[in-house]
């Protein structure tokens, strides 16, 4: 197989704004370096102190679809985020500063369903990242399945519905369902393929506006049985990687 990482994409804050990056140093047991490294707990979420948690204690795109729209710029030196939003002033805080999560919460209520459980404060992971896995892990999507999904509803689909950190191009969509268990050398990387990444309500709303407007999860559905798109991967071999380095499928 011929393909190329055409994107890498990292998103801070989980379910709050994504920030499209041209390298990054993956290291061996680790999510990406700064990805989800902070969550959105909201008032019913269930936390412990540096532990992971599911994301059924956040904030997230699945119930309030608004936040699908927000992109983030990460400073990382300063530990300072950027939002904006096509319905918000753009916003500059530190998640770990108190006052400045309460500024950021007023600034993130107006996009949040009123009979959906409130965002509260921020819960941090450093180094290991609030993953939607239970381990830390790196999210892969196939450019050439996503223009096969659009080709069903005969619309063009942002690959930013998927929120992943990696995306490939490909010839071949769809060929990535038979990757379970394998390897994939990417730059100096060696990534091993986890399982199958299962979708929700998130995919629904287009990541330009915030709205829902397509049934990616029927669509999913009616293609394969299983609103199943993407892969999950660990990273088992550390090294840089580029936008536009060769993918290869190892045994």
């Given at each position: 197989m011929t393909a190329v990482l055409a994107e890498i994409h990292?998103?801070?804050?989980?379910?709050?704004?994504?920030?499209?990056?041209?390298?990054?140093?993956?290291?061996?047991?680790?999510?990406?370096?700064?990805?989800?490294?902070?969550?959105?707990?909201?008032?019913?979420?269930?936390?412990?102190?540096?532990?992971?948690?599911?994301?059924?204690?956040?904030?997230?795109?699945?119930?309030?679809?608004?936040?699908?729209?927000?992109?983030a710029s990460l400073d990382e030196p300063r530990g300072q985020l950027t939002l904006t939003h096509p319905e918000r002033p753009a916003i500059t805080f530190a998640p770990e500063d108190e006052r400045d999560v309460a500024r950021f919460i007023d600034w993130v209520l107006p996009l949040c369903?009123?009979?959906?459980?409130?965002?509260?404060?921020?819960?941090?992971?450093?180094?290991?990242?609030?993953?939607?896995?239970?381990?830390?892990?790196?999210?892969i999507i196939s450019l050439a399945s996503n223009r096969a999904l659009g080709d069903h509803f005969g619309a063009e689909i942002s690959p930013l519905r998927w929120r992943a950190n990696l995306w490939l191009d490909a010839p071949t969509p769809w060929a990535e369902r038979d990757w379970i268990g394998r390897h994939l050398r990417i730059g100096d990387a060696v990534l091993q393929i986890v399982e199958p990444i299962v979708r929700c309500l998130a995919t629904a709303a287009n990541p330009h506006?915030?709205?829902?407007?397509?049934?990616?999860?029927?669509?999913?559905?009616?293609?394969?049985?299983?609103?199943?798109f993407?892969?999950?991967a660990k990273?088992?071999?550390?090294?840089?990687?580029?936008?536009?380095?060769?993918?290869?499928?190892?045994?």
């Open positions: 990292r998103y801070p804050l989980k379910s709050h704004g994504r920030e499209a990056l041209p390298r990054v140093q993956l290291l061996q047991g680790q999510a990406m370096p700064w990805d989800r490294r902070w969550a959105v707990a909201h008032e019913a979420a269930r936390l412990r102190p540096g532990e992971w948690a599911a994301c059924s204690n956040f904030s997230r795109g699945a119930k309030a679809p608004a936040l699908m729209a927000i992109e369903p009123a009979d959906r459980a409130r965002p509260v404060g921020v819960h941090a992971l450093p180094g290991r990242g609030v993953t939607d896995t239970d381990y830390p892990s790196v999210s506006t915030g709205q829902r407007d397509l049934d990616t999860l029927g669509g999913l559905k009616a293609l394969h049985g299983e609103a199943v993407g892969l999950y990273v088992i071999e550390s090294g840089e990687i580029r936008v536009r380095d060769k993918v290869e499928i190892l045994a």
